[in-house]
């Protein structure tokens, strides 16, 4: 079983603060997403990656396979970053996803 | 990114309905396409995979008499939950899987939040 562990659980920063979210998983895979969901709200694709990094925009995602570690970067943080930050991994050929229990980001003005 | 739509986005009704969500594909063709329920402060659970054209395939202790999918056409699939009980109450999300020649990426719906009375 393809565990995906995040941290931290829970995260509080202050506006313009560099964030960091981790996540770990146990098995190969074929590519790693970062989701963003807002509080009620839907899932939106951060990133999808597979090996090294992108970058888009404030947002940067970085991965080592080798390693089997996923980093989500946001520079200049800003109240409306805040939603919770969710990893998921592909492994295998049947297209489903792993999820991470994902991480609630809150930005303070 | 492509753009995957669900419909309702809201949905309350009385217990004993069924109650239809429809995911669309908008500018792919998804021949696979995934249904996901999520409980409060909880991780997205996969409840099955719909395949167009072809049953859909469950997870386990998903009742396929309860959640009925079906998967018509390449931008389509549906979600039924018959005879809703306040205990289905949840948001449901569907994904849609668009193949590449590199690579495939799974697209995200807005999600449809369910309440039954």
């Known amino acids: 079983k393809n565990e995906v562990e995040q941290s931290p659980q829970n995260l509080t920063a202050q506006e313009g603060e560099f964030i960091t979210i981790n996540c770990s998983y146990s098995v190969g895979i074929s590519a790693l997403h970062w989701l963003q969901q807002h509080p009620g709200g839907g899932i939106v694709s951060l990133f999808m990656l597979s090996s090294g990094k992108k970058k888009h925009g404030r947002l940067i995602a970085t991965i080592n396979i080798q390693e089997k570690h996923s980093s989500l970067h946001i520079t200049a943080s800003h109240p409306r970053d805040s939603a919770v930050y969710i990893c998921a991994v592909l492994g295998g050929s049947n297209y489903k996803l792993t999820f991470g229990k994902g991480t609630l980001l809150t930005v303070n003005p | ?117």
């Open chain 2, 1 to 117: 990114g492509a753009v995957v739509s669900q419909h309702p986005s809201r949905v309350i009704c009385k217990s004993g309905t069924s109650v239809k969500i429809e995911c669309r594909s908008l500018d792919f063709q998804a021949t696979t396409m995934f249904w996901y329920r999520q409980f409060p402060k909880q991780s997205l659970m996969l409840m099955a995979t719909s395949n167009e054209g072809s049953k859909a395939t469950y997870e386990q202790g998903v009742e396929k008499d309860k959640f009925l999918i079906n998967h018509a056409s390449l931008t389509l699939s549906t979600l039924t939950v018959t005879s809703a009980h306040p205990e289905d109450s949840s948001f449901y999300i569907c994904s849609a899987l668009r193949r590449g020649v590199s690579y495939n990426e799974q697209f995200f719906g807005p999600g449809t939040r369910l309440t039954v009375l």
